[in-house]
């Protein structure tokens, strides 16, 4: 009876009421997102580069993931991830170069376009 009473004016609400819980999961836009790690000058991006910058920008969407998530993410979009050889931004010389998988700004855009 007690329940039922607090419930009626409202004290009793949310689960403790029996309602569902809804719960909120941030709306990402992955084109758009991804589009917006490249900076200024960038044409081409290893994909661990922009997994770190997608979970710096939005963690709640993108933390934990991994070049193998963005590229399932990316592909129902018609992109695929490639092969790049870009110069190690942790190789103090700044000489060293890497060849990862990675998308273009342009294959981004593209498909921006596209939709």
């Not at 719960?23 to 997994?51: H, K, M, Q, Y």
């Not at 070049?67 to 092969?83: N, R, S, V, Y």
Request: net charge negative; charged share 30%; with cysteine.
């Amino acid at each position: 009876m007690g329940r039922e009473l607090r419930i009626a004016v409202g004290i009793l609400t949310g689960a403790a009421a029996g309602e569902e819980v809804i719960t909120e999961r941030p709306v990402i836009n992955l084109l758009d997102d991804v589009f917006a790690v490249f900076v200024s000058g960038e044409t081409r991006l290893w994909s661990e580069t922009i997994c770190v910058r997608l979970a710096e920008a939005n963690p709640d969407a993108y933390d934990g993931w991994e070049p193998a998530t963005l590229a399932k993410a990316l592909k129902p979009h018609g992109i695929e991830t490639k092969q790049m050889e870009l110069l190690d931004p942790d190789d103090p010389d700044g000489k060293r170069r890497r060849n990862l998988k990675g998308v273009t700004r342009e294959a981004i855009l593209h498909a921006l376009t596209d939709r």
